[in-house]
């Protein structure tokens, strides 16, 4: 089983509807991450979690909101769906060191917003 | 702050051939690089990292990179290619007290028989 799991794997919305994407993991670790990949402008941050009770907006948070209703799980959510937040979702997780630690992927979420 | 320029948006190669996919860095601080691969309609895989110690770092499926500090480099080599190497590429960047990691645009690599 993957250790880092996201659902649903494709959605299409359309304009002005509130939709949830969620990411599972079973690696046991604190650090989770949202990240939007657009064509040719690689990963960006969205929001992160070090825990449960520590959630930090990214880079583009605008139109985005999180939960981390437990360890393992962290939704990202979109209150009301734009056609320019048509995009390929990722969750990634973490260990908790300092610095120099790599993150590991789940399998994506493609959303479009018609 | 820290960025990452990947000089490459497309790098066709012919199978057997080898291939480097540059990616140049700019750091305030110590820099943790990472190399990650990306399969057409997959997440992304760590193929390498390079955290300290030796410059020249080894990964999964026959890739390697150099640190090169002077440079501000850490491209990424592989000297026989494989039509299943097909990908993009991601070069990311950390550093200091600084656990986030900030991605390069991506290198497509394209293998042809």
């Known amino acids: 089983d993957a250790d880092v799991t996201q659902t649903p794997r494709n959605r299409i919305t359309k304009t002005g509807k509130r939709i949830m994407l969620e990411c599972s993991q079973t690696k046991g670790h604190d650090r989770m991450y949202w990240y939007r990949q657009d064509p040719g402008l690689g990963l960006r941050l969205i929001y992160y979690?070090?825990?449960?009770?520590?959630?930090n907006k990214g880079e583009i948070s605008d139109g985005y909101s999180v939960s981390r209703q437990a360890q393992a799980k962290f939704s990202l959510s979109l209150e009301s769906a734009i056609p320019n937040q048509t995009a390929l979702y990722f969750c990634?997780?973490?260990?908790?060191?300092?610095?120099?630690?790599?993150?590991?992927f789940g399998p994506g979420t493609r959303l479009t917003v018609t | 702050a820290q960025s990452v320029t990947q000089l490459d948006s497309q790098v066709p190669v012919f199978e057997e051939a080898p291939v480097e996919l540059r990616c140049n860095y700019s750091?305030?601080?110590?820099?943790?690089l990472f190399w990650y691969v990306q399969y057409p309609n997959q997440g992304l895989q760590l193929l390498l990292k390079?955290?300290?110690?030796?410059?020249l770092v080894k990964g999964i499926n026959g890739f390697e990179a150099e640190f090169n500090k002077s440079q501000t480099s850490f491209h990424l080599r592989k000297p026989s290619v494989h039509i299943s190497d097909t990908a993009e590429y991601f070069c990311?960047?950390?550093?200091?007290?600084?656990?986030?990691?900030?991605f390069g645009k991506g290198t497509l690599l394209t293998v042809n028989p």
């Open positions: 390079y955290l300290s110690g030796s410059t």
């Open positions: 979690s070090f825990d449960v009770k520590d959630i």
């Open positions: 990634a997780t973490s260990e908790t060191r300092s610095t120099g630690t790599e993150q590991y």
């Open positions: 750091s305030s601080v110590s820099v943790y």
């Open positions: 990311a960047v950390s550093g200091g007290s600084n656990y986030k990691l900030t």
